[in-house]
Every structure is written in structure tokens, then in C-alpha cells.
T-cell receptor
Framework: NAGVTQTPKFRILKIGQSMTLQCTQD?????MYWYRQDPGMGLKLIYY???????DKGEVPNGYNVSRSTTEDFPLRLELAAPSQTSVYFC????????????FGDGTRLSIL | DQQVKQNSPSLSVQEGRISILNCDYT??????FLWYKKYPAEGPTFLIS?????DKNEDGRFTVFLNKSAKHLSLHIVPSQPGDSAVYFC???????????FGAGTILRVKS
């Protein structure tokens, strides 16, 4: 049972480059999320989606874009990468029912130099 | 403006003893609270949760207590085991599990 799978695990980008972080889940969860975690800090919500075709901003959306064309996939796009986007990125998913936990992938460690 | 605070960056406990991790929050509208455990190079793993209508929830060695008047949440681990050594995150939700707000985490070390 794979759960939430994120690729790549590590990536180094140059300033100004762009890339897409992939996230897929096999639990048929409606809700999906992207968080970033900076050193010594808690996770902060970037974007989330309550179903295919529906996305919304979280606490720190600037510099990122998302799409949700299928239930399984929720890619995160970085355009014009900046050093401030160096972080560990986590994708999560949960069912649509109330008071259910989010389940996380193992993260993508991204460095922008 | 930190809505969820874990004021102890680290905690060291002897194996077999109780570990108590604390969390304070400022928004009285939070309706669902969770604890996650995280090992290095892995994603957070759900541990235990509690709805705002309850004051206690137990699951094996783990118990979460909620004091709404004090806006305080705690996680008790009894007995503590070396495998419990990890970072523990407290999280709160405004929409019954949607859009979590996380604390900065507490590093727990259980010594054998």
C-alpha cells in the first residue's frame, strides 16, 4: 500500500529555474495538500484541493501554482525559483469526512542556489 | 503570529517513564487537534487526535488531553520507549481536519 508518493526526493535548482514537484495518492482521497517546512519551523500550508478541478490558496502561496486534474495527482509548480523557496515540501491527503487525519508523503528536499 | 506554539524545543526522558509534550494555541475557534510524529527523512505520521468537544482521548500508550479554557493541549506517552525518539508536532484545524496549523515541534529523546 503506497499511500502518498512524492517525487523527486531531492533536487537542486538554480535561481530562476522552474520545476514541478509530483504527488500522487492511491487512497482515493478527495482532499490533498501541499506544505513546506523550513528549519526549526512547523509545516505551513501552500495550497490545497478538495477535489479534481478545485484548488485554493493556503497560508504561503506566493511563487507556487497547483493543478488537480485527477483525484490521484496534485502537482506543485515552482516558477522562477528563489533562494527563499529552499525548503522541504510535503504533500498530504485525507478523506472528505470530518475529523479525519491527513496522511503525508516522505517529502521533497529542494535547494535553490 | 503563531497560532499554535510548542514552547519546549526538546525533551529528554528515561525509558519506562512518562513523556509529556505540551502545546498552546491562541484561536478558540480551532475544532480538531492532532499530534504527528516525525522521523528524519520521513513525512509526519499521524499519532492521535481529539475533537474540541472532548477533553481526553486514549490510544494504547498515547493519551491526548485538551483544556479549552486554557487553550492547552498535551500528549502523554506511558511508558516511553527508545523508539518513541522523534520530533512531535502539534496541529490544529479550523475546518474539522482541513487546513492544519502546525506548531514548530518538540524533539523527544528517550534514553535507555
Amino acid at each position: 500500500n503506497a499511500g502518498v508518493t512524492q517525487t523527486p526526493k531531492f533536487r537542486i535548482l538554480k535561481i530562476g529555474q522552474s520545476m514541478t514537484l509530483q504527488c500522487t495518492q492511491d487512497m482515493n482521497h478527495n482532499y490533498m495538500y501541499w506544505y513546506r517546512q523550513d528549519p526549526g519551523m512547523g509545516l505551513k500550508l501552500i495550497y490545497y484541493s478538495v477535489g479534481a478541478g478545485i484548488t485554493d490558496k493556503g497560508e504561503v502561496p506566493n511563487g507556487y501554482n497547483v493543478s488537480r486534474s485527477t483525484t490521484e495527482d496534485f502537482p506543485l509548480r515552482l516558477e522562477l525559483a528563489a533562494p527563499s523557496q529552499t525548503s522541504v515540501y510535503f504533500c498530504a491527503s485525507r478523506t472528505r469526512y470530518s475529523n479525519q487525519p491527513q496522511h503525508f508523503g516522505d517529502g521533497t528536499r529542494l535547494s535553490i542556489l | 503570529d503563531q497560532q499554535v506554539k510548542q514552547n519546549s524545543p526538546s525533551l529528554s526522558v528515561q525509558e519506562g517513564r512518562i513523556s509529556i509534550l505540551n502545546c498552546d494555541y491562541t484561536n478558540s475557534m480551532f475544532d480538531y487537534f492532532l499530534w504527528y510524529k516525525k522521523y528524519p527523512a520521513e513525512g509526519p505520521t499521524f499519532l492521535i487526535s481529539i475533537s474540541s468537544i472532548k477533553d481526553k482521548n486514549e490510544d494504547g500508550r498515547f493519551t491526548v488531553f485538551l483544556n479549552k479554557s486554557a487553550k492547552h493541549l498535551s500528549l502523554h506517552i506511558v511508558p516511553s520507549q527508545p523508539g518513541d525518539s522523534a520530533v512531535y508536532f502539534c496541529a490544529a484545524s479550523l475546518e474539522y481536519g482541513n487546513k492544519l496549523v502546525f506548531g514548530a515541534g518538540t524533539i523527544l529523546r528517550v534514553k535507555s
